[in-house]
């Protein structure tokens, strides 16, 4: 997908909404547990319910390496059924030194060799150009480097002080230089709304994948007041409170009214700032 479409996409579904899809076995309603495999049946059920209300999904490679090859059938048959108008993210945190990273991309973005093909992938930026430059070969495909992260630990190293200012800026700033922003996002936690002023300093026209509203307590309204650009330039996305908003057998109607509800505040968003 390429930033024209998604663009297009949030206009039309005024929403910047990604729903995570981090779908965990002991998570799900008992009764999905009947069906063959109750992970892929849960996801359908979830991606059916809120497609019309967001514009990414993002599964989150962890939730079925976890179970081995069955988690892995699980994430293939996920991708296939995943709408062909969403930016689909694979949350992989890869990265590697260049002839791994060619085979990470292979895994996520080649369909012939691996069943699947993301439109997207999260990395971590800490092995630097030729880790990253093996995605970029793949057209229209985007990267998506760690910058800003909604963990606790982000003070550990992200805040260190460069020469040029914190260590997240350093990364922004360098990886501006290895592709443009039709190609290159960054994570920026939800939790850090107070730091998206200067980071629209180095990364003005990027787009910034937030997470970290929900469940971590990252506030969208705070998000938008910094981080909110002409084009949107933000896809939040939200994954256990909506997806595990119920736990019966209505479910998918809870986690439709928990994406609703964050919908209706990012339509609000966009037009306060003229975005549509
Ligand atoms: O790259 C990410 O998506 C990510 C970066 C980050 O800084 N913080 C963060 O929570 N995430 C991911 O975003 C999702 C957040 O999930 P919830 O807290 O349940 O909404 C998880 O899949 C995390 O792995």
Do not use: H
């Not at 079925?64 to 930016?87: F, M, N, R």
């Not at 694979?90 to 996520?108: Q, V, W």
């Not at 982000?154 to 990364?171: A, C, I, N, P």
């Amino acid at each position: 997908m390429s930033r024209a479409q998604l663009i297009e996409q949030i206009k039309l579904k005024k929403s910047f909404l990604c729903v995570g899809l981090d779908t965990d076995i002991d998570k799900i309603p008992e009764f999905l547990k009947d069906y063959p495999n109750p992970i892929l049946e849960f996801n359908k059920r979830i991606i059916d319910a809120t497609k019309d209300l967001c514009v990414s999904y993002k599964p989150n490679a962890a939730f079925y390496e976890a179970y081995g090859v069955k988690g892995l059938q699980s994430l293939i048959d996920t991708w296939k059924y995943l709408p062909v108008d969403t930016l689909n993210i694979i949350d992989a945190k890869r990265g590697d030194i260049g002839n791994t990273s060619d085979k990470y991309a292979r895994a996520f973005f080649d369909e012939k060799a691996s069943g699947m093909s993301f439109d997207a992938i999260t990395i971590t930026p800490y092995m630097g150009n030729d880790s990253v430059t093996p995605y970029l070969a793949y057209e229209g495909k985007w990267i998506i480097l760690l910058a800003l992260t909604s963990s606790v630990g982000s003070k550990d190293f992200q805040y260190l002080q460069t020469g040029d200012g914190y260590l997240y800026e350093t990364v922004i700033q360098k990886a501006n230089t290895w592709a443009s922003a039709d190609r290159i996002m960054f994570v920026v936690g939800a939790t850090k709304s107070t730091e998206f002023t200067n980071i629209r300093k180095y990364a003005p026209d990027n787009f910034l994948l937030v997470p970290g509203v929900g469940a971590q307590g990252g506030n969208l309204e705070e998000v938008c007041r910094y981080g909110i650009t002409k084009d949107c330039g933000l896809i939040v996305n939200a994954s256990r409170s909506i997806i595990y908003a119920g736990n019966g057998k209505d479910f998918a109607d809870a986690a439709r009214a928990e994406a609703q509800n964050i919908q209706q505040q990012m339509q609000v968003e966009l037009e306060k700032a003229g975005v549509i």
